[in-house]
């Protein structure tokens, strides 16, 4: 057994202090009061379709044409 397991054996067998009692109340109380942005169905289904909406848009608008580039990078031809 080395130091490590010594350690860990006399932690096991510690008694629980006292202040640990009332710390699961403690957290979860902190995790309620703090404000939470919630999504409602309808508000979340508008910014799906809105997404949708711009990709979509974004996708049918005519690009220019641009002249190949070599890919040598001396300019000859490949």
Avoid: N
Avoid at 10 to 24: F, K, N, T, Y
Avoid at 55 to 72: D, I, K, N
Wanted: charged share 15%.
């Amino acid at each position: 057994m080395d130091d490590l397991d010594r350690t860990l054996a006399r932690l096991a067998g510690a008694p629980v202090p006292a202040s640990l009692d009332g710390i699961e109340a403690q957290v979860f109380a902190r995790i309620g009061a703090q404000p939470v942005a919630r999504l409602t169905g309808l508000g979340v289904g508008g910014v799906m379709v809105a997404a949708l909406a711009i990709g979509m848009v974004g996708a049918e608008l005519p690009a220019t044409a641009s002249p190949a580039v070599s890919l040598s990078p001396l300019g000859g031809a490949s």
